[in-house]
């Protein structure tokens, strides 16, 4: 029996995704890097393959059901569980604004990718979730979703105006409390992780956090231990008001 942990991270080909990978693989788990270009799948493979990281490519675009099935079904096959799921693909829509001039297609493509797809792939998922012995589940959230926060008009976050990115991740932080919710006493912990504003394409390049330190949060709460909360999320610097 494969005693070896298994860990799936969508969108993992870049960017914060990437270095959860990394952590994952340097903390012994087999990772698989879920990307829907397989191309950009391969080449992220590549680099962790030759950090010595046990990485494996495997093609999830999480808005296409037929993809997201067929992962399920491949991760079945190779290993029959899946002991970490770590939702972290997001849009932020071309066009994503304020409330008063977002276009309604930004904001489906928002929910499309951002909330329904999380749902589809952690959906499919969570049979082989519930095999692993102690499973655990990070959605990756921001503090852009946290109403405190944007709700305060001191704060830095009440002037970015996107509703399409801060919305759908309102939403991601409400199916993580529920889902913790329906699983609690199963032994699978679910939270969700804020990585802060970090030096990605989606945070801008001139971003003070790197992907290293975004990472770190979310690698904890995927390594939690049987006493670990659930339906909470989580910054660097503790649990996050929302």
Do not use: H
Request: hydrophobic share 45%.
């Amino acid at each position: 029996m494969n005693t070896t942990k298994i860990a799936l991270v969508t969108g993992a080909n870049k960017g914060i995704g990437k270095e959860i990978a990394r952590q994952l693989g340097q903390a012994g788990f087999t990772v698989l890097v879920g990307s829907r270009d397989l191309a950009r799948g391969e080449l992220a493979v590549k680099e962790l393959v030759a950090e010595g990281i046990d990485a494996i490519r495997i093609q999830l675009e999480v808005t296409d059901e037929k993809s997201v099935r067929s992962a399920a079904e491949w991760i079945e096959t190779a290993y029959g569980r899946l002991d970490v799921l770590v939702n972290n693909a997001a849009i932020i829509p071309a066009g994503d604004d304020a409330v008063s001039e977002v276009g309604i297609g930004v904001l489906r493509e928002a929910f499309e990718t951002n909330v329904l797809g999380l749902v589809s792939v952690t959906q499919a998922m969570l049979p082989l979730l519930s095999r692993a012995e102690r499973a655990r589940v990070v959605n990756m959230s921001t503090s852009l979703a946290s109403f405190a926060q944007v709700g305060d008009p001191e704060s830095r976050m009440s002037t970015v105006l996107t509703l399409g990115y801060n919305s759908s991740k309102a939403a991601v932080n409400m199916v993580t409390v529920m889902l913790a919710n329906e699983l609690r006493g199963t032994g699978i912990l679910v939270n969700a992780a804020d990585p802060g504003n970090c030096a990605t394409d989606m945070g801008g390049w001139d971003a003070a956090r790197t992907p290293e330190e975004g990472a770190a949060v979310a690698v904890r709460l995927a390594t939690l231990g049987p006493d670990g909360p659930t339906g909470e999320v989580y910054a660097e610097e503790g649990r996050l008001l929302w």
